[in-house]
C-alpha cells in the first residue's frame, strides 16, 4: 500500500493520518524507549513531518522532552506513545510513528535493531 495510513490511540481519542509510506522502520532497544512503550523494544517508523495530518484530538497530545532534543509525544486520556521527533539536527523535520498505533496494514520493506547493547534480561 502506498499513500494513506490512518492510526491512532488505544481509546481512539487521537486520530491521525500518514500522507505517505512510513520509512526508517526501526525497532529500538534503549532504556528510553523501553520504559516509554513498557516493552522490550519499541517500534517506529518515521516520515517528513508535514507528511502527518492530526485528524482528531490534537488537543489530547501530551508532549515530553526526555532529552534535550527529543520530544516524545502520547494521548493525556489513555497514555499512548504516539510519536517522537528530534528538535535539531539532520532529521529535526521527520518525526517517528509507534508502529503499533497504526491501524491501516504496513509491511516494513526494510528494518533495523537499534541499541542492542542494552537488552532487557527477561526476554
Known sequence: MTG????????AAVRYELLTTPKAVSHCHCGQCRKGHGA?????????????RIVQGADRITAYSSSPSVLREFCSQC????????????????ISIALGTLDSPFVAQKQ????????????
Not at 522490550?40 to 502527518?52: E, G, K, P, T
Open 4 to 11: 494513506r495510513y490512518q492510526g491512532s490511540c488505544l481509546c
Open 40 to 52: 522490550a523494544f519499541a517500534s517506529y517508523a518515521s516520515i517528513a513531518r508535514r507528511a502527518l
Open 79 to 94: 497514555g499512548s506513545t504516539l510519536f517522537w521527533s528530534r528538535s535539531e539536527g539532520e532529521f529535526a523535520d521527520w
Open 112 to 123: 533495523t535493531h537499534l541499541y542492542l547493547d542494552s537488552p532487557v534480561h527477561w526476554v
